[in-house]
């Protein structure tokens, strides 16, 4: 069964060090999207991209975080610097974009800043 | 205000018996989406069940189905005979607009459910 793939799994970093996160959607879905997730809550969006364009990224702290779809297949998400408020779980997800379709997630990245 | 509410941050259930976890919504669009997904302490994100606001008919999808009362804006997963694999954090989530494909899902915050053998 196709996948969302992430990388990496498991990330520890230093506070004001910079730090990336991979995502290969699965085959064809051209909406992709990352979340945040904090530890004890539900995830929450960061960008949603369509093919290559950003189509949502209004809760994306822009003035650390960035994130591109160069050529509309598998993206990153850059933070730098990093801030101990960032230690949380970072959920990329993909789908179809036709009505009622599934959202797919991948197994996440965890990312504790020290 | 919240758009999805879940309002049990943990349930306990004997292994084999059923199981409901409630989700309210709030929305104004006539179309809209609600998914579960179920989150194990691994961290991935496991789709469950589907529900379509125009749907006619409960969503049900072997063990698990939907309770939808649309009027009363409720979207609550049953589990029938539950295993200890069960054991998880359940997301309900909305997705909002005639698009639906291009929208971006909005979770609760999620119900801990630990089946006890």
């Known amino acids: 069964e196709a996948e969302v793939a992430q990388s990496p799994r498991y990330k520890i970093t230093e506070k004001s060090q910079a730090v990336a996160f991979w995502c290969d959607p699965i085959s064809g879905h051209a909406t992709l999207y990352w979340y945040r997730q904090i530890l004890g809550q539900g995830p929450e969006l960061l960008v949603q991209f369509q093919d290559e364009s950003v189509v949502d990224d209004s809760q994306l702290p822009k003035d650390r975080f960035s994130a591109e779809r160069l050529k509309g297949v598998d993206s990153t998400l850059k933070i730098q610097p990093a801030e101990l408020g960032d230690s949380a779980m970072y959920l990329c997800a993909s789908s179809f974009s036709g009505k009622g379709n599934t959202i797919y997630f991948g197994e996440g990245s965890w990312l504790t800043v020290v | 205000a919240q758009k999805i509410t879940q309002t049990q941050p943990g349930m306990f259930v004997q292994e084999k018996e059923a199981v409901t976890l409630d989700c309210t919504y709030d929305t104004s669009d006539p179309s809209y989406g609600l998914f579960w997904y179920k989150q194990p302490s691994s961290g991935e994100m496991i789709f469950l069940i589907y529900q379509g606001s125009y749907d006619q008919q409960n969503a049900t999808e072997g063990r698990y189905s939907l309770n939808f009362q649309k009027a009363r804006k409720s979207a609550n997963l049953v589990i029938s005979a539950s295993q200890l694999g069960d054991s998880a954090m359940y997301f309900c989530?909305?997705?909002?607009?005639?698009?639906?494909?291009?929208?971006?899902?909005?979770f609760g915050s999620g119900t801990r459910l630990q089946v006890q053998p």
């Open positions: 989530a909305m997705r909002e607009g005639r698009d639906t494909g291009r929208r971006a899902l909005t």
